[in-house]
Structures are given as C-alpha cells and as structure tokens.
C-alpha cells in the first residue's frame, strides 16, 4: 500500500497550491479519502474528506470557502485545491485512507506560505 503526496511547497499569502496524492496497493474507489495537516508545534487536524464515490466532501470550519477536495476514481487520485493561502495554512500536510478497520497514511508534504 502506498499513498504518494505531492505539490507542496512555498506560497507567499493570498496564493493557490493543488496538491495530489496518488494511492496504489489498495481498491481505491472503495475508500474513504482524507487530507490532514499537522502546522508545527500542533496536533494533526482533518481538513477535509470525500467519499468513495466523490459524492459527498466535507470541510473543517478554518479551510471552507478556500479549499476544494476532490478525486479522480479512475487515476487513483485525490486532490487538494488551497486557494488564498493564509500563513496560519502553514503545516504538514497528509493524505489518508479509510475503510472500516483499515485506514492508510501518507509520508506528507510540507506547504509553507509566507511572505
């Protein structure tokens, strides 16, 4: 099982980051996927997820409006568009996998956005 962000990296405020996380090992159509984030010196929070079907997202209250999840079923993909970046989006940011009992992690990307 392997999940593989990418796109990270430095944004100055008000910028737009799209990160993408490419899953294998698993039936990825099956799962429930989730992008957390860990800022520093700070306990990982859940900003958003989708379901299986992509049907159905959800957002923490700090991101909606700005952020947009989605998936592409057929590429074993799920994607995080962050729009007007504020310094406080600063962290480490993770993709997960759930269903049931399992669920699957990430190794992370670091998003910086600072002037």
């Known amino acids: 099982v392997q999940l593989v962000e990418s796109g990270g990296g430095l944004v100055q405020p008000g910028g737009s980051l799209r990160l993408s996380c490419a899953a294998s090992?698993?039936?990825?159509?099956?799962?429930?996927m989730n992008w957390y984030r860990q800022p520093p010196g700070k306990e990982r929070e859940l900003v958003a997820g989708?379901?299986?079907?992509?049907?159905?997202?959800n957002y923490a209250d700090s991101v909606k409006g700005r952020f947009t999840i989605s998936r592409d079923n057929a590429k074993n993909t799920v994607y995080l568009e962050m729009n007007i970046l504020k310094p406080e989006d600063t962290a480490v940011y993770y993709c997960?996998?759930?269903?049931?009992?399992?669920?699957?992690w990430g190794q992370g990307t670091q998003v910086t956005v600072s002037s």
């Open positions: 997960n996998a759930r269903r049931s009992f399992y669920t699957y």
């Open positions: 090992g698993f039936t990825f159509s099956s799962y429930y």
């Open positions: 989708i379901t299986s079907d992509g049907g159905i997202t």
